[in-house]
């Protein structure tokens, strides 16, 4: 049902494009307008909540531990998972990052023998299938830069090449499509097949993969089936770039259909879970080292209580306890 | 803000790149889409100029296969007119310069095309420019 739900709401997202730039004809709309706006949303969407978890505190030390921590100088210590110092916090922080080592860590928990024992086995695949698709989504990012920028830098045609290195067909098959299909389809396939994690599963969980299942399909049907003219795309994109917006009159409906999903995808991004782009660099579970019991770490939250101490109160009743018989601290 | 010099770094960093574009036009002359070369002795490419511009790649691929697999090497146009189907002697016959024409537009696309790999530019090569 949820993933109906979502459904429904991608397939609205093609629609409005289709007739409002397609039938319609809106291209300045849909070609101009949508586009500034969306990147302005995004940018100052995302300044918003990196700013606002920033000025959150963080009440308790509280980082992931994945191995022993440091003690005494014979026990050896694990400095990436368990990391007590800068270095190996920013050690973890990179591999999280770059490799997504905590999914790597996913264990799964089975029974077997007819239900009578439990095993955890190592589970591999998230980390693969999120690895995968992210590596292919940064890759065709970057091929996109050919759209942006004039003369293309040489970083970005190698990397074309580089994705296109096996040669097939013209224009030539580029490995990262077929890899993010793969990824997101098994990303999709998990939340549906599993039961736990269907149950789990909310509408924006698969709002997020349909969003980027049609943005990908959009864009192979534009390259190898439906084909756009590329030199007047990259007209209306440098125009965008540049700030002279032109809108060329050949781009058809597919190509603003390609441009309105990706403008959702930005609009949606600082206000959903796609937000842990910025996240994962402030989640305290990840960025803190592992020192609980060499350094006090202390509540930026502490209301500043006012003490009223045992002295002071004597002070203010002395008269009082000395008439009444009861000892006093301070004569 | 907590830890605001990390964060304010992290943002500064994300800006550039995000903006990368932008600074990176900063200065230059507006964007002109590529100038290229026509034949001055033909009128009309082998189909239509529109269609030609999203699809020449495909064309040749097509080309490229009929005459390797099937043996196959004339082509007939929209209007009837019939083409050896050759990289060679027929595109670079009317479109003489590959530097001139095709780079022009695939400079600007950011495409290699490996075709030159083995195939041979004809002006370029009478030129001894290659």
Redesign the interface.
Same mark, same amino acid.
């Given at each position: 049902m949820n993933a109906l739900y979502a459904l429904i709401m991608v397939l609205a997202l093609v629609i409005i494009p289709l007739l409002g730039a397609g039938a319609a004809g809106w291209h300045a709309l849909f070609g101009v307008v949508l586009p500034y706006l969306a990147f302005t949303v995004f940018v100052l969407g995302f300044l918003y909540r990196v700013v606002k978890w920033g000025r959150s505190p963080v009440p308790f030390k509280i980082p992931t531990t994945g191995g022993q921590q440091e003690s005494l100088p014979w026990i050896r210590q694990n400095r990436i998972d368990s990391p007590s110092t800068k270095t190996g916090t920013v050690i973890r922080m990179i591999l999280e990052v770059l490799l997504f080592r905590s999914l790597f860590r996913n264990t799964r928990v089975r029974l077997f023998k007819d239900e009578t024992q439990l095993s955890y086995g190592s589970s591999k695949f998230l980390w693969l299938g999120a690895l995968a698709f992210h590596v292919s989504f940064f890759v065709i990012l970057a091929r996109h830069m050919r759209f942006f920028t004039e003369p293309v830098p040489a970083l970005f045609n190698w990397i074309e090449t580089l994705d296109g290195i096996m040669q097939v067909g013209v224009p030539v098959l580029f490995a990262t499509e077929i890899v993010i299909l793969l990824a997101l389809a098994y990303l999709f396939l998990r939340r549906v097949l599993v039961p736990q994690l269907r149950y789990i599963s909310l509408p924006t969980d698969y709002f997020a993969l349909f969003l980027l299942f049609a943005i990908v399909i959009s864009g192979i049907l534009m390259r190898y089936f439906v084909r756009a003219d590329i030199v007047d795309i990259k007209t209306l994109t440098m125009g965008l770039i540049q700030l002279q917006p032109e809108v060329p009159e050949s781009i058809g409906a597919l190509f603003y259909t390609h441009l309105f999903l990706v403008c959702s995808l930005l609009v949606y991004f600082p206000w959903s879970k796609l937000m842990h782009l910025g996240g994962v660099f402030l989640s305290p579970t990840r960025n803190m080292p592992n020192d609980n019991r060499m350094r006090r770490h202390v509540n930026p939250w502490n209301y500043p209580v006012k003490l009223h101490t045992y002295e002071e109160w004597e002070d203010e009743y002395r008269d009082k306890m000395k008439e009444a018989g009861i000892p006093v601290e301070k004569e | 803000?907590?830890?605001?010099g990390k964060?304010l770094i992290? %943002?500064v960093i994300? %800006?550039l790149l %995000?903006t990368? &574009?932008?600074w /990176? =036009?900063l200065g230059?002359a =507006? /964007?002109e =889409?590529?100038e290229l070369q026509l034949p001055e002795d033909s009128q009309e490419c082998i189909r239509d100029t529109?269609w030609m511009?999203?699809?020449h790649?495909?064309l %040749?691929?097509d080309w490229r296969d009929t005459v390797v697999r099937e043996g196959k090497s004339v082509y007939t146009g929209s209007e009837g007119k019939q083409y050896d189907m050759s990289l060679q002697k027929t595109c670079m016959d009317c479109h003489t310069s590959k530097k001139k024409f095709c780079d022009r537009?695939h400079?600007?696309?950011?495409?290699? &095309?490996?075709c030159w790999d083995c195939h041979v530019a004809p002006e370029e090569v009478a030129n001894g420019q290659q």
């Open positions: - | 803000m907590y830890d605001a964060i992290g %943002l994300f %800006l %995000l990368f &574009p932008f /990176y =036009s230059q =507006s /964007y =889409s590529p529109e511009r999203k699809n790649m495909q %040749l691929d537009c400079n600007s696309a950011s495409v290699e &095309p490996y």
